[in-house]
């Protein structure tokens, strides 16, 4: 999937898409607000395969300190948007 990185839209349905297709989350029950461990049911492996995921779809490396300093879904959108390049 080729994400227009500079449209703030294209990170949450990249995320959606890594939550869904990659770690299996059924994405209906989940909100910005959803907290990624006692809602999403993301474990320690789950994390892992979502910080590939993010790098490959994104293009975007998301440290496990910062992933695990998320704690909700919007947390977790906020820190990849800080760190996709405007307009490329």
């Known amino acids: 999937m080729n994400v227009e990185q500079s449209h703030p839209d294209s990170v949450s349905a990249?995320?959606?898409e890594i939550l869904r297709?990659?770690?299996n989350v059924d994405i209906s029950r989940v909100t910005?607000?959803?907290r990624l461990v006692d809602d999403v049911g993301l474990d320690s492996v789950a994390?892992?395969?979502?910080m590939v995921a993010i790098?490959?779809?994104l293009g975007v490396a998301v440290s496990e300190q910062?992933?695990?300093g998320c704690d909700t879904v919007g947390?977790?959108?906020n820190v990849i948007r800080?760190?996709?390049p405007v307009g490329q």
């Open 21 to 23: 297709d990659d770690l």
């Open 55 to 57: 790098e490959d779809k």
């Open 66 to 68: 910062e992933l695990l």
């Open 14 to 16: 990249a995320l959606t």
């Open 75 to 77: 947390d977790l959108e």
């Open 47 to 50: 994390f892992a395969v979502g």
């Open 32 to 34: 910005g607000e959803s």
């Open 82 to 84: 800080a760190k996709v």
